[in-house]
């Protein structure tokens, strides 16, 4: 339940069902992709940090590359986190400030306040119970409004049929990477992101590594998998029910709400003016869902903060006993800066993109690079070096270019038809706006800053495995990789090579020199590596 909460940010019961109301379903499609999640996560990743007992995925590594690729992996999850979280907080914070009129300025210090205050505390053991009776108000909240929501709408065969007419229900297989939304980008975006998420970052591997053993953390992974699928399911067909409530009067042209991040607050006032408290159930579940994504976040960031750098430059604090106090510190200290940029998000764009645009930055470039470290033995740390550079380089390079032109109106998604047609309410006509179309400018605009934001991450992850592989043999390494640090699906090259070396090693001490065996051996080593180059130039000679 902890694991679900961290994921089921106030993102993903606002933005996701604004968005599929105004581009359609296609992201329920990243359902698809959580089930091969599971399996990667359980059978790839997992068993090498179990099996290592880490206190921090970034000391991986140091062991498996060296200290300075760990300390600059650790610097962008930083940057990184504190960025995605202000985005997270700020949700809640809109969601509240509709409901009730209060400034989003006052209402982002108290959010980050209160969840200080106890990850400050308690600690993982706070982080994981109160993410796990958040996780209840959340789903309570999440279970009435889409119960009520979908009883108005005319039950889930009119949703349906609404939708399909609306263009809802329908896919793109378009291979147009400036396409906002593709089958193939969506599914692949998602199997990254949440591969990136669950296997290797701090805020679930420290709750993995909690559990007792392997199989335990295995069958954690599946429920949590199943749990994100119920959940996103729910989001999608809640965007779903927006669509039929107000299809042919849109809220935003009608001028109801000043942008579409504010449609899930306004459709839960909308049905609840004869249920009263719904309104507040429902915030209540949006503040749920961004304390325990904050909460997890400010635990894992202290414990980077302090295991790979402050516990690097003075190792004597782990003696004299301030460990505590440093790390209480470092979570007041995190939640103040991300209490500061919250402050700046709303003028930044619709949230579910930039949400993803930003997370993804980094995304790819730390699942390429731990997928070198654990499935590539021949990876060094110039190419793991240069791969996670030149990843991150890139996607940053277009993040920024893509939101300035965002920025200056150049750049624009065209949602698909809304209307007012319909519209019964006394709403005044200079009220109403029309949607604007993408400006004939945007195909002037250099082609990388048009590329959609779904495949960032798939950019970025292939990105760093491929020039972390070309760096990797062409600047060989002689370090040997310890066995323990390779995934299982692959340690069958570390037993090969070992039995080849053990094969080779013993046929030529033989006084008698069986040369079929010896011609058999050199017959497997060309078959090799080019590690193999000084065995085979034994076995020939």
């Known amino acids: 339940m902890s694991l679900v909460a961290s994921h089921v940010s106030s993102v993903t019961l606002m933005s996701v069902p604004a968005d599929v109301y105004q581009f359609g379903a296609m992201y329920g499609l990243s359902i698809i992709s959580i089930f091969f999640v599971c399996f990667a996560t359980s059978y790839v990743y997992l068993p090498v940090f179990y099996g290592l007992q880490l206190n921090s995925t970034y000391e991986y590594l140091k062991l498996r590359f060296n200290a300075s690729i760990r300390s600059y992996c650790s610097l962008l999850f930083i940057f990184n986190s504190i960025l995605y979280m202000s985005i997270v907080v700020y949700v809640p914070a809109l969601a509240y400030s509709q409901a009730t009129g209060i ?35 959340t ?3 999440i279970a009435v409004v889409f119960i009520l ?7 889930i065969g009119n949703v349906l049929e609404v939708a399909k007419r609306g263009d809802r229900l329908s896919f ?23 591969i990136r998420l669950t296997a290797t970052s701090p805020e679930c591997i420290l709750k993995f590594l909690a559990l007792p053993t392997l199989k335990k953390a295995q069958q954690s992974i599946v429920l949590f998998c199943f749990g994100i699928i119920l959940i996103k399911l729910i989001v999608v067909l809640t965007g779903l029910i927006l669509f039929t409530i107000y299809y042919g009067c849109d809220p935003v042209k009608a001028g109801l709400v000043e942008k579409n991040d504010q449609l899930v607050p ?59 106090f440093i790390i209480k510190f470092l979570v007041v200290a995190m939640g103040a800066v991300i209490a500061v940029l919250a402050l700046m998000v709303e003028h930044l764009g619709p949230i579910l993109p930039l949400a993803i645009s ?24 110039k190419g793991a070096l240069w791969g996670i550079f030149s990843s991150t380089l890139i996607i940053g390079w277009m993040f920024i270019g893509s939101q300035w032109y965002k920025a200056q109106g150049l750049l624009k998604s065209e949602p698909k038809y809304l209307s007012v047609d319909n519209c019964t309410l006394d709403i005044s006509l200079t009220n109403i706006t029309t949607t604007m179309s993408i400006p004939q400018e945007s195909n002037t605009i250099f082609y990388l800053y048009r590329i959609s934001h779904y495949y960032y991450s798939l950019i970025g992850t292939t990105v760093c495995i491929a020039v972390g592989l070309i760096v990797s043999y062409a600047t060989k390494s002689k370090k040997e990789v310890r066995r323990e640090l390779i995934s299982p699906v692959v340690h069958y090259l570390f037993d090969n090579k070992k039995k080849m070396k053990n094969f080779v090693t013993s046929t030529l001490h033989k006084e008698d020199g069986n040369y079929r065996s010896i011609y058999k051996a050199n017959q497997i080593l060309e078959d090799n590596s080019v590690e193999m180059t000084e065995f085979r130039t034994k076995t020939i000679t």
């Open 358 to 381: 930003v997370s993804s930055i980094t995304a790819g470039s730390f699942l390429g690079l731990f997928t070198l470290g654990m499935l590539c033995p021949r990876a060094n740390s």
């Open 266 to 324: 306004f459709y839960v006032a909308d049905m609840a003016a004869g249920i009263p408290g719904l309104t507040g159930l429902f915030i209540s579940g949006v503040f749920c869902t961004g304390l325990s994504t904050l909460s997890a976040s400010l635990n894992a960031l202290s414990a980077t903060v302090y295991q790979d750098f402050i516990s690097k430059y003075y190792p004597e604090l782990d003696k004299n006993g301030r460990t505590g």
């Open 139 to 141: 789903a309570g909240a």
């Open 172 to 194: 793109d297989f378009d291979l147009d990477l400036t396409t906002r939304e593709t089958v193939f980008a969506v599914l692949m975006h998602w199997f990254l992101t949440y």
């Open 149 to 155: 929501g979908l009883n108005k709408a005319g039950g």
């Open 103 to 137: 400034s989003i300025y006052y209402v982002i210090p108290f959010i980050c306040a209160i969840c200080t205050l106890y990850t400050t505390i308690g600690g993982i053991k706070a982080v994981v119970w109160t993410d796990t009776l958040q996780f209840i108000i």
